[in-house]
């Protein structure tokens, strides 16, 4: 259902040069792509949710092409892979702002045809970058090692005193808050309520069961059939580039038939109001 990826498996793209070119876009033409937003009236509340979309129900919008044309390059990239989804009303790509003390109420996507990838730029102070993330890591290494010493220092004395003061060290680490939020690996019944959960991450995303914290600088790719809900409860946006792909387990010609499926409809009028 969900997965964290550092690279896209393919196509090959460099996802720190896609990272520094949609920064380059937001920072530089912020002003202008508000031209582009789509904010929506449902299904998020209370807040504002901005879209400044490159695929709009499938279609390609010249506009972001024209003012972004290094993100629209390689998001081509993988369009020519054959594994960027377009030609159908469920197809989107864009980036996704999430202004303070928003929420996007729980929903489920229109199909499983694809799979939904974030790719966050900014996320609000509360959240995590892969900095914070290897400066954890170190310093759980060095807890580890401190807590291994201190053990062995006990078992060398030969006495209890040191061995209980070694485990009074090692009960009192465990029960100091965790200052980040275990989002990237937690489960909602971990939590006794949404307020609880909320307080403790209060920029996240609720997969199913599942719920996550976004790094920037790392992908997070879901399939978003399943019900999830979204909220940003700090005072900054949290902005991130949304990409739709195909279903890995949709074969090439199952997808021509499925856009050709479309294309029909679309010519009989059917395909009015449809997408999400």
């Given at each position: 259902m969900i997965c964290s990826l550092d690279m896209p498996r393919r196509p090959a793209v460099n996802l720190t040069t896609c990272i520094f070119?949609?920064?380059?876009?937001?920072?530089?033409?912020?002003?202008?792509?508000?031209?582009?937003?789509?904010?929506?009236?449902?299904?998020?509340?209370?807040?504002?949710?901005?879209?400044?979309?490159?695929?709009?129900?499938?279609?390609?919008?010249?506009?972001?092409?024209?003012?972004?044309?290094?993100?629209?390059?390689?998001?081509?990239?993988?369009?020519?892979?054959s594994f960027l989804m377009r030609d159908t009303p469920f197809s989107f790509s864009f980036f996704s702002t999430l202004h303070g003390q928003s929420v996007v109420a729980p929903h489920t996507g229109p199909s499983n045809l694809r799979l939904r990838c974030h790719l966050p730029l900014i996320v609000p102070q509360g959240g995590k970058t892969e900095a914070k993330e290897e400066k954890k890591e170190g310093m759980k290494e060095g807890r580890r090692e401190e807590e291994k010493g201190g053990s062995e220092e006990g078992r060398e004395g030969g006495n209890q005193g040191g061995g209980l003061q070694s485990a009074a060290g090692k009960d009192s680490s465990r029960t100091r808050p965790d200052p980040v939020p275990p989002g990237c690996a937690s489960s909602f019944a971990e939590?006794?309520?949404?307020?609880?959960?909320?307080?403790?991450?209060?920029?996240?995303?609720?997969?199913?069961?599942?719920?996550?914290?976004?790094?920037?600088?790392?992908?997070?790719?879901?399939?978003?059939?399943?019900?999830?809900?979204?909220?940003?409860?700090?005072?900054?946006?949290?902005?991130?580039?949304?990409?739709?792909?195909?279903?890995?387990?949709?074969?090439?010609?199952?997808?021509?038939?499925?856009?050709?499926?479309?294309?029909?409809?679309?010519?009989?009028?059917?395909m009015q109001g449809n997408g999400g």
């Open positions: 070119l949609c920064l380059i876009s937001i920072a530089t033409l912020y002003d202008t792509l508000r031209a582009l937003s789509s904010p929506r009236a449902s299904p998020f509340q209370p807040g504002r949710w901005d879209w400044h979309s490159y695929i709009l129900k499938g279609r390609i919008q010249p506009l972001f092409a024209e003012l972004c044309p290094e993100t629209s390059r390689l998001l081509q990239e993988f369009n020519r892979q939590f006794d309520s949404l307020a609880t959960l909320q307080a403790r991450l209060p920029c996240g995303i609720r997969i199913g069961d599942q719920v996550r914290e976004w790094v920037e600088g790392k992908c997070l790719v879901f399939d978003d059939a399943y019900e999830h809900e979204v909220w940003n409860l700090t005072e900054e946006e949290r902005v991130l580039l949304l990409v739709d792909f195909w279903h890995p387990e949709i074969a090439l010609e199952e997808r021509e038939a499925i856009q050709k499926m479309f294309e029909y409809a679309a010519r009989q009028g059917w």
